[in-house]
């Protein structure tokens, strides 16, 4: 999956807290984790989707990950839905 695949998608979450929750819930495919991220807030996100089997998928910037989420702020997470 790349960011096209994202931006391409209706079907998501953006953020970190609706992307843990839906994570927890079963209900998420992929996950696109910000690198730029503060390291707690990764650590987090990276843990729920170990207890998950939820692939992550690293994007460079949070910039970049909001601008493919078609948001005009930043996003440390996001995730397509099942």
Do not use: W, Y
């Amino acid at each position: 999956m790349t960011l096209a695949d994202l931006t391409a998608s209706r079907n998501k979450v953006v953020g970190k807290k609706q992307t843990i929750n839906a994570v927890k819930e079963g209900k998420v495919a992929v996950v696109f984790l910000a690198e730029d991220t503060d390291n707690h807030v990764k650590e987090e996100i990276i843990k729920a989707c170990e207890d998950n089997n939820i692939s992550i998928i690293s994007v460079e910037t949070k910039l970049d990950l909001g601008r493919a989420c078609g948001i005009d702020v930043p996003a440390a997470c996001a995730a397509i839905l099942k």
